[in-house]
């Protein structure tokens, strides 16, 4: 009886021992799914079986585990415009005006669908359980929004052409006294400049004397004509009324007749100097009027096509600490600087009690706000690589894919897509570069 006994037992423990090894089998298949090898972070086409060294820059190797229960291999849709095109559906880069067949394969053409808008597929990430404890990636959807850019320009002031004006000689004759001592005087309508001796003048005063005093005489109409002239000719050289009345009360013209400005300016250039002759025509001052002034700034090329006239833009200066300006853009340079890559704007502004001096340097910011409503994305979405721009969207529990996007204006940290993604795509915004590093270390993109 206990020999029965014990047969039965050895019995049921054999065949429980079958099952045993029949799971020890099936978790061994299942664990073998997980391959593992050792490579360089730094050289990831380095691959051994066992630890050790990089024989290319002896660091320590890192053990990576590959899951290939899933297949992720990579499937690129061709990033295609929706432009009204017929196209081959395997072939998207054939297309027609009209429906016809495909001559590569045969089949039908088809329109352009909002499906193949996404951008080409340049790698993919599946995470292990692992992994996917100690990373928790955030999202955003790619969203249509109005976007509003703030550009800031360094400036400078400078004089207007516009204000400049001279203090020309309306009569030939020589400088006898100058009143303005040096450059950077202000000048004053009304502002005594030079004494000057100039017998075409001195002629010119004798016959208004000499016609006056007929005039009033005979009281003829020839004689008033002879006088209206003289006194306008004295007008146009110059002199003021009080002066030749001056002239008529004292009975004779001074030798040397004094000149007045009739303009208001700070001196730029001095011309006048006492022994000098001038002709008519020739300037004794060079005048810069500054009571509007001229604010010339630099924008950077990928800015220029922001730029229009008319816009309103908001000035601050050193010289008025505290305040702000507001001017307008009322030139825009036709020609961009090869050498500095910058286009030369300009706003012509009030100059507030003077304070403004050409060389002043002005801080400047003009807010543009972009006429369509582009598709966008936060600008820690993408990694630029220099040639390329890359964003990572999650396609599963533990998958990643990587696309290339064209990117546009970028504003306020949001940055318009051109192409490559469709709206409410989610990109990884945060734990994107950890994804990045993760392709690296597998080869790379593709």
Same mark, same amino acid.
């Given at each position: 009886?206990?020999?029965?006994?014990?047969?039965?037992?050895?019995?049921?423990?054999?065949?429980?021992?079958? +099952?045993?090894?029949?799971?020890?089998?099936?978790?061994?298949?299942?664990?073998? =799914?997980?391959?593992?090898?050792?490579?360089?972070?730094?050289? #990831?086409?380095? =691959?051994?079986?066992?630890?050790?060294?990089? #024989?290319?820059?002896?660091?320590?190797?890192?053990? +990576?585990?590959?899951?290939?229960?899933?297949?992720?291999? &990579?499937?690129?849709?061709?990033?295609?415009?929706?432009?009204?095109?017929?196209?081959?559906?395997?072939?998207?880069?054939?297309? &027609?005006?009209?429906?016809?067949?495909?001559?590569?394969?045969?089949?039908?053409? +088809?329109?352009?669908?909002?499906?193949?808008?996404?951008?080409?597929?340049? @790698?993919?990430?599946?995470?292990?359980?692992?992994?996917?404890?100690?990373?928790?990636?955030?999202?955003?959807?790619?969203?249509?929004?109005?976007?509003?850019?703030?550009?800031?320009?360094? @400036?400078?002031?400078?004089?207007?052409?516009?204000?400049?004006?001279?203090?020309?000689?309306?009569?030939?004759?020589?400088?006898?006294?100058?009143?303005?001592?040096?450059?950077?005087?202000?000048?004053?309508?009304?502002? #005594?400049?030079?004494?000057?001796? &100039?017998?075409?003048?001195?002629?010119?005063? /004798?016959?208004?004397?000499?016609?006056?005093?007929?005039?009033?005489?005979?009281?003829?109409?020839?004689? =008033?004509?002879?006088?209206?002239?003289?006194?306008?000719?004295?007008?146009?050289?110059?002199? %003021?009324?009080?002066?030749?009345?001056?002239?008529?009360?004292?009975?004779?013209?001074? *030798?040397?007749?004094?000149? $007045?400005?009739?303009?208001?300016?700070?001196?730029?250039?001095?011309?006048?100097?006492?022994?000098?002759?001038?002709? /008519?025509?020739?300037?004794?001052? /060079?005048?810069?009027?500054?009571?509007?002034?001229?604010?010339?700034?630099?924008?950077?090329?990928?800015?220029?096509?922001?730029?229009?006239?008319?816009?309103?833009?908001?000035?601050?200066? !050193?010289?008025?600490?505290?305040?702000?300006?507001?001017?307008?853009?009322?030139?825009?340079?036709?020609?961009?600087?090869?050498?500095?890559?910058?286009?030369?704007?300009?706003?012509?502004?009030?100059?507030?009690? @003077?304070?403004?001096?050409?060389?002043?340097?002005?801080?400047?910011?003009? =807010?543009?706000?972009?006429?369509?409503?582009?598709?966008?994305?936060?600008?820690?979405?993408?990694?630029?690589?220099? %040639?390329?721009?890359?964003?990572?969207? *999650?396609?599963?529990?533990?998958?990643?894919?990587?696309? !290339?996007?064209?990117?546009?204006?970028?504003?306020?940290?949001?940055?318009?897509? %051109? &192409?490559?993604?469709?709206? @409410?795509?989610?990109?990884?915004?945060?734990?994107?570069?950890?994804?990045?590093?993760?392709?690296?270390?597998?080869?790379? $993109?593709?």
């Amino acid at each position: 009886m206990n020999k029965l006994i014990l047969i039965i037992f050895l019995g049921l423990f054999s065949s429980c021992d079958g +099952v045993f090894n029949k799971e020890e089998s099936h978790n061994k298949h299942e664990h073998s =799914k997980v391959k593992s090898y050792y490579t360089c972070s730094m050289h #990831p086409q380095v =691959k051994e079986e066992k630890s050790g060294k990089c #024989p290319i820059c002896h660091m320590s190797l890192t053990k +990576v585990e590959v899951d290939e229960a899933e297949d992720i291999n &990579s499937e690129v849709k061709v990033n295609v415009e929706d432009d009204g095109l017929w196209r081959c559906e395997k072939y998207p880069e054939v297309t &027609s005006e009209v429906e016809l067949v495909c001559p590569l394969d045969g089949t039908p053409m +088809v329109k352009n669908s909002p499906e193949k808008k996404a951008g080409i597929i340049i @790698g993919k990430v599946k995470l292990r359980k692992s992994q996917l404890k100690h990373f928790t990636p955030d999202h955003f959807p790619a969203t249509s929004m109005k976007m509003k850019k703030n550009i800031r320009l360094l @400036g400078t002031v400078l004089q207007s052409e516009d204000k400049e004006s001279n203090i020309p000689a309306r009569i030939g004759g020589r400088v006898e006294k100058v009143f303005i001592k040096s450059t950077g005087s202000l000048i004053k309508v009304n502002d #005594p400049v030079i004494n000057i001796y &100039s017998p075409k003048l001195i002629t010119g005063g /004798e016959e208004y004397l000499i016609a006056r005093r007929t005039f009033e005489r005979t009281k003829t109409k020839e004689f =008033k004509e002879l006088y209206n002239q003289s006194i306008e000719r004295l007008r146009l050289w110059g002199i %003021k009324k009080f002066q030749y009345e001056t002239w008529y009360k004292r009975g004779n013209v001074p *030798q040397s007749i004094t000149l $007045y400005s009739a303009n208001t300016g700070i001196v730029r250039k001095r011309n006048a100097v006492v022994g000098k002759y001038f002709k /008519e025509g020739q300037n004794f001052f /060079e005048l810069s009027d500054l009571s509007d002034v001229w604010v010339e700034m630099d924008v950077y090329e990928h800015d220029s096509n922001l730029v229009q006239l008319g816009q309103k833009i908001k000035l601050s200066f !050193t010289a008025i600490p505290g305040q702000e300006i507001e001017g307008e853009i009322d030139f825009v340079d036709p020609v961009l600087n090869s050498t500095s890559r910058t286009l030369k704007v300009r706003a012509t502004i009030a100059n507030i009690n @003077g304070k403004l001096k050409p060389g002043m340097v002005a801080d400047a910011i003009l =807010k543009v706000e972009i006429e369509v409503m582009p598709l966008v994305i936060p600008r820690t979405a993408i990694i630029d690589t220099g %040639k390329r721009k890359v964003v990572w969207s *999650q396609v599963s529990g533990k998958q990643f894919q990587a696309k !290339t996007i064209l990117t546009g204006y970028e504003s306020e940290g949001f940055v318009e897509v %051109k &192409s490559g993604l469709m709206e @409410g795509e989610k990109v990884v915004i945060d734990g994107n570069f950890l994804l990045d590093a993760q392709a690296q270390l597998f080869g790379g $993109y593709e």
